[in-house]
């Protein structure tokens, strides 16, 4: 690596620790301390920023009533989570009825309103639906771990990639998509997550063996590079590096939790499964 590549590296470095570290802390303190109703409200909050970018990237262009009824949609979708995974499902099918019939309404012509909900409607599923499964994780028994448990194994994967694929990443894996990610990174990533999943359940998860937070941190960690490769998906087709400017280093809401979304799914899912 040459002196001013080594040197912009330690610049993004910093600049990535000065905004993630706080925040990693601020999101441990609110889900630690935050009542159910407050950590509900900041998820739902974030939502709607999450759906304003894609909107922003997905439909790019004025902001019409049908693209403010999505960015709130989002919103109530993710806050329905406090009653209940049943009610996050019925909120979410509701959403994006309203949404189809609130685009169609609002256009002129009728097949550009379809193509237009349809692409509303993926947005409510993939932000929506995504962060209100954080809140009905978080609401488990034993949830805030849970959720704890689900967001830094993920950010592992994400700090063990990025050092490993810089000291060892040689090949691809979806240069098409994402161009620097490698499978030597998606392995190390996964392996801090391993390890960091044997220790939070050895210490905190007093139902899961160690054995089995490790195997659940290998299996987040993969989940969540299927995460971060489908919103790089999204930005390649929208034509943007980033999903927004918000988080200096990170650059938008999603780009910051796109893997985290899906991992907490997968771990909601096995939680479900497995020890309901």
């Known amino acids: ?44 909050g974030v939502a709607c920023l ?4 894609y909107t922003r990237m997905a439909l790019p262009g004025s902001w019409n009533p049908a693209a403010i009824a999505g960015v709130a949609l989002a919103g109530l979708t993710a806050l329905a989570g406090l009653a ?43 932000v929506g ?29 994400d700090v063990g990639a990025y050092f490993a694929g810089h000291m060892w990443g040689k090949r691809k894996l979806a240069p098409s998509i994402s161009p620097g990610k490698t499978i030597e990174g998606v392995a190390g990533g996964a392996a801090a997550s391993a390890v960091l999943g044997a220790i939070f359940a050895g210490l905190w ?26 919103e790089s998906a999204l930005k390649r087709a929208a034509g943007v590096k980033d999903s927004g400017t918000i988080l200096p280093g990170h650059g938008g809401v999603l780009d910051r939790v796109d893997g985290i979304l899906v991992g907490a799914a997968a771990f909601l899912l096995l939680r479900m499964l497995l020890w309901a």
């Open 1 to 44: 690596m040459s002196e001013p590549t080594r040197r912009r590296t330690m610049e993004t470095l910093a600049v990535r620790a000065a905004t993630g570290l706080p925040l990693a802390a601020g999101v441990l303190l609110l889900i630690i301390f935050a009542p159910p109703w407050v950590l509900g409200l900041l998820i739902a």
């Open 50 to 53: 999450g759906m304003h970018e």
């Open 84 to 126: 209940g995974g049943t009610a996050a499902l019925a909120a979410l099918m509701l959403s994006v009825a309203a949404i189809c019939l609130i685009t169609a309404l609002t256009g002129f012509d009728l097949g550009i309103s379809w193509e237009n909900a349809t692409k509303r409607s993926w947005g409510l599923v993939y």
């Open 129 to 157: 639906g995504l962060f209100a499964g954080l809140v009905v994780l978080a609401g488990l028994p034993g949830g805030r771990v849970l959720l704890i448990f689900s967001i830094f194994v993920v950010i592992a994967a």
């Open 205 to 230: 998860m007093a139902d899961t063996s160690v054995g089995a937070g490790a195997l659940l941190g290998l299996v987040l960690a993969l989940v969540s590079v299927g995460g971060d490769l489908l």
